[in-house]
C-alpha cells in the first residue's frame, strides 16, 4: 500500500498559522486538541494531508478582559473554562455548558475553538469506513442521496456544539484572523445551515478568540437530552435567556445543522416563542431518538425553561 506524504506545521502566532495554511489551502486542517480531526481521520472521514498543528500558539490560550467583553483565547480547555472565576461570577450559563460536553478526560484536552468547529452529526455518517461502504455513501461523503430522508438532496446532519448554543445565547463573538487581515463577527453568522459543510470559515482561516460581552445581567436555563448523562453528544440542547431589560433567546442545537435562534422580549407570548423555534428546526431521523420524540422535548425543555428563568 504506497501511504500517502503527511507534512506537519507547528507555528508559533496564528498569523504564522494562517500564511502556512494559505500556502496549503484545501489540503490542510489545523488540529488543537485533536478529539475532533483524529475521530474523523480514523473514521475515513478527512484525508488531510497536511496539519498545522496550533497548539504552540500562547497568546491563544488566556482569558483576559478587553473594554466591555471577557475575551477567551480559542485554545483554552473545556475543563480550563469550568475552573475559571470569572467565568463561574459571569457566566455560569457557559460553566454548565462546558460541563455537559463529553468526558472529564476529553475535556481536559478538547479547545473551545475545536467545539465551535467540531462537525455536525448523523447516526449515518459517523461510523465505520466498511459500515458506510455497507450502507451506502450519503451526501456528507461523496454519495448523491441523504440516506436518512430516504433520498433527499440536503443534508441534516445535527449541529452538536453545545458551547456555541451557550455562547450564541449571550450575543458572542469570534475574533478571526485570516490571509491578509482580521475581523470580528457574530459567532452565530459563523454557520451555514448546510449540513455537507456547516461553517462558513475557509480552512485557512483560525478563530483566535471568543468574545462575550459582560454586565449582562440575564437569567439563564441549559437543557440537554442525550442517550448517555456521563457521555453523549446532543439529540437536543436549549438554552434560553432573559435579560434585564426583557430580551428573550432561544437557541437550539442538535435539531438543525446549524443552531437555530429565537428572540422576542417579555411581551411576547412564550407559547409563540416556542412554536416559532419548533417551526425552524429541520429534524430528520438521524439520531438514536426520533423525529417526533426530539421535536416534542423541545416544547418540554423549553416551558421547563421559561418557568425557571420567570421573574
Ligand atoms: C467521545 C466524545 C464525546 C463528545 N461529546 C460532545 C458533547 O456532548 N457536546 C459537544 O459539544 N461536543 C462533544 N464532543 C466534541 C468535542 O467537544 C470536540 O471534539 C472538541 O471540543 C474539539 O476540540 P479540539 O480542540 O479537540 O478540536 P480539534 O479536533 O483539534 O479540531 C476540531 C475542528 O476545529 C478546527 N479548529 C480547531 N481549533 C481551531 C481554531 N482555533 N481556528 C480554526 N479552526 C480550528 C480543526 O481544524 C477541526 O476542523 C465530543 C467528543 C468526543 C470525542
Ligand atoms: S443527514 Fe443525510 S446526508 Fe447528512 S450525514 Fe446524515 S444521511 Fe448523510
Not at 25 to 30: I, K, Q
Not at 133 to 157: M, P, Q, R, W, Y
Not at 246 to 255: D, H
Amino acid at each position: 500500500m504506497i501511504q500517502k506524504e503527511r507534512t506537519y506545521f507547528q507555528p508559533h502566532s496564528a498569523e504564522e498559522a494562517v500564511n502556512i495554511a494559505h500556502k496549503h489551502e484545501n489540503e490542510s486542517c489545523f488540529i488543537a486538541g485533536g478529539t475532533d480531526v483524529m475521530v474523523n481521520k480514523f473514521q475515513g472521514n478527512n484525508e488531510f494531508s497536511c496539519f498545522i498543528d496550533i497548539t504552540g500558539i500562547s497568546e491563544m490560550k488566556q482569558i483576559s478582559v478587553q473594554d466591555n467583553y471577557l475575551k477567551i483565547g480559542s485554545l483554552v480547555t473545556l475543563d480550563n473554562i469550568t475552573k475559571h472565576t470569572q467565568i463561574k461570577n459571569n457566566f455560569p450559563l457557559l460553566i454548565q455548558a462546558a460541563n455537559a460536553i463529553a468526558s472529564p478526560v476529553i475535556r481536559k484536552t478538547a479547545t473551545v475553538g475545536g467545539n465551535l468547529l467540531c462537525e455536525n452529526r448523523c447516526v449515518y455518517y459517523n461510523q465505520s469506513t466498511w459500515w458506510r461502504e455497507a450502507v451506502g455513501h450519503c451526501l456528507k461523503c461523496d454519495g448523491d442521496i441523504c440516506i436518512a430522508t430516504g433520498g433527499k438532496k440536503n443534508c441534516f446532519s445535527k449541529f452538536v456544539s453545545d458551547l456555541a448554543v451557550a455562547l450564541i445565547c449571550m450575543d458572542s463573538n469570534i475574533e478571526v484572523v485570516e490571509h491578509g487581515g482580521s475581523y470580528i463577527a457574530p459567532l452565530e453568522n459563523l454557520y451555514s445551515g448546510d449540513g455537507v459543510n456547516p461553517h462558513k470559515l475557509k480552512k485557512s482561516t483560525l478563530i483566535k478568540y471568543i468574545h462575550i460581552p459582560l454586565q449582562q445581567d440575564f437569567r439563564f436555563a441549559f437543557k440537554k437530552l442525550r442517550q448517555r448523562e456521563s457521555m453523549e453528544f446532543s439529540s437536543l440542547t436549549t438554552a434560553v435567556t432573559r435579560n434585564k431589560h426583557g430580551k428573550i433567546k432561544i437557541v437550539l442545537g442538535g435539531v438543525d445543522p446549524r443552531p437555530v435562534v429565537v428572540e422576542g422580549t417579555h411581551g411576547n407570548n412564550e407559547q409563540d416563542l416556542i412554536k416559532q423555534a419548533v417551526k425552524k428546526t429541520r429534524i430528520v431521523d438521524n439520531d438514536v431518538f426520533s423525529r417526533q420524540y426530539r421535536k416534542d422535548m423541545i416544547s418540554v425543555f423549553l416551558n421547563q425553561s421559561f418557568q425557571e428563568i420567570a421573574v
